[in-house]
Nanobody
């Protein structure tokens, strides 16, 4: 079983920055794609950013150039650096680990952390 422990959410002003952290158990990055999802009230959960076990990254268009997903392999921690934050970025952000071969082999979620962008 993979455990995901998130931190770093909070209240930030528009244009500000925030870094989310997700600490994963075991050698997660060897077998899993790590992702950050978000869900705003009344909306479906969407994939914000992902990084594969090989280090390839992908972002939803709305955050390209502003958000960066990265990982610290020795610490088994994935980060989401969020810059130039906008009110529409307000959501609950979830860390996710999906097995690289198939979600059937493993699909785990963190508890979620609230990010609020407001003046």
């Amino acid at each position: 079983q993979v455990q995901l422990v998130e931190s770093g959410g909070g209240l930030v002003q528009p244009g500000g920055s925030l870094r989310l952290s997700c600490a994963a158990s075991g050698s997660t990055f060897s077998f899993y794609t790590m992702g950050w999802y978000r869900q705003a009230p009344g909306k479906q959960r969407e994939l914000v950013a992902a990084i594969t076990s090989g280090g390839r990254t992908n972002y939803v268009d709305s955050v390209k150039g502003r958000f960066t997903i990265s990982r610290d392999i020795p610490k088994n921690t994935v980060y989401l650096q969020m810059n130039s934050l906008k009110p529409e970025d307000t959501a609950v952000y979830y860390c996710n680990a999906k097995h690289s071969l198939s979600p059937a082999w493993g699909d785990y979620w963190g508890q979620g952390t609230q990010v609020t962008v407001s003046s």
